[in-house]
């Protein structure tokens, strides 16, 4: 089955500093890689997601990367907000296929005023 | 949007009892609604899957017995933890699909404390 290893755990950054979170899979069938944002006590909000048919996709603030060859993903925020501070998780699945969403373990970014 | 509605937000059980949480997609049709589960400062892991009309797979590790899976109609699963024990407090949220490749809904979650 799928696993997904997310790294740092931890991430803390200042206020307008960018921040990276790395992601890799192992099922080479995943095609579809979103990313979470979740609050404390709060659901997972879906901020960014891609396919496997596209390298990058940008929204505003937040950008994600895909390498397939290396099975890696990658959430980049740039100019950091204190109200960016949150756990974020990135998963990966097989749309198409099961549809089950495989997490990673969070990393939990503090943006720093 | 597509929203997903989850029922109750918050529970306090004594151990041994069952509860139940619905877990409704409430403006579109969801064959498929995923369970989770996540504990303090942790992911969040799978449970089981539900199809309409057909029994939960669970996950590897999942006790079927203990967590019963009912999805009776396309709008409305439930997850009864049953016999509940402290060890069985966690956060438990739902989340529907509504058709294949498209983005997965949560809903909102339920905290769940078995004293």
């Known amino acids: 089955g799928e696993n997904v290893e997310q790294h740092p755990s931890t991430l803390s950054v200042q206020e307008g500093d960018s921040a990276v979170i790395k992601c890799t899979y192992s099922?080479?069938?995943?095609?579809?890689f979103p990313w979470y944002k979740q609050e404390l006590g709060k659901r997972p909000q879906l901020i960014i997601d891609i396919r496997s048919n596209v390298g990058e996709k940008k929204d505003q603030r937040i950008a994600v990367t895909l390498n397939k060859t290396a099975k890696h993903f990658s959430l980049h925020i740039t100019e950091t907000q204190p109200e960016d501070s949150a756990v974020y998780f990135c998963a990966a699945t097989t749309q198409g296929g099961s549809e089950k969403l495989v997490f990673g373990k969070g990393t939990k970014l503090t943006v720093n005023p | 949007g597509a929203v997903v509605s989850q029922h109750p937000s918050r529970v306090i059980c004594k151990s041994g009892t069952s509860v139940k949480i619905e877990c409704r997609s409430l403006d579109f049709q969801a064959t498929t609604m995923f369970w989770y589960r996540q504990f303090p400062k942790q992911s969040l892991m799978l449970m089981a899957t539900s199809n309409e009309g057909s029994k939960a797979t669970y996950e590897q590790g999942v006790e079927k017995d203990k967590f019963l899976i009912n999805h009776a109609s396309l709008t409305l699963s439930t997850l009864t933890v049953t016999s509940a024990h402290p060890e069985d407090s966690s956060f438990y949220i739902c989340s529907a699909l509504l058709r294949l490749n498209s983005p997965l809904h949560f809903g909102n979650g339920t905290r769940l404390t078995v004293t």
């Open positions: 099922d080479s069938a995943s095609n579809y």
